[in-house]
């Protein structure tokens, strides 16, 4: 079997090679990227922190984390529909992100816990979902709720 292999360009990254199996389709977009439909994971060496590269614009890219890392308590049900959106025939099938926003002053760094990234990653298809949870919200600051020494 070949695997494909394609450049995609990164404003963070410069070229990175991907397989073609690496690569996510988000059928719906992420909410305000809508038209961009593609994207890659790229993790960055010892670091809880990953990037979803999008493969169609190289400025597009989302520092995100696997929520179970900071909230080891985060949980939700998935409902039907996005269940077979996204295939999914087992919990084996599923990863979750979460978009980490990391603004200047990295002390205000916040995850969106209320919109989680889902993947099935072996039809590697991908979707943002809105929870109907009010126990997450839209801005978990990270520091504030961690025991991480901050340097001031």
């Known amino acids: ?49 990953f990037w979803l590269q999008s493969v169609e614009d190289k400025d597009i890219a989302f520092v995100i984390i696997n929520p179970f890392e900071i909230k080891p308590d985060y949980e939700f049900d998935l409902p039907d529909e ?26 205000q760094t916040r995850v969106n816990l209320k919109a989680p990234v889902i993947i099935n990653v072996n039809k590697r298809k991908g979707m943002q979902y809105l929870l109907d949870d009010e126990r997450y919200p839209l801005r978990y600051y990270l520091f504030e709720n961690s025991n991480s020494n901050v340097q001031k």
């Not at 990175?16 to 719906?28: A, K, P, T, Y």
């Not at 996005?82 to 002390?107: G, H, W, Y």
Request: charged letters at 30%; a negative charge; proline letters at 4%.
């Open 1 to 49: 079997m070949v695997v494909q292999k394609s450049v995609v360009k990164s404003r963070v990254f410069g070229e990175l090679e991907v397989s073609e199996e690496n690569i996510i389709f988000f059928e719906e977009g992420i909410p305000a990227f809508e038209n961009l439909k593609k994207f890659v994971i790229v993790k960055e060496d010892q670091s809880p922190f």
């Open 82 to 107: 996005v269940v077979n959106k996204l295939e999914i025939t087992s919990a084996q099938d599923v990863a979750v992100f979460c978009i980490v926003v990391i603004p200047e002053d990295v002390r």
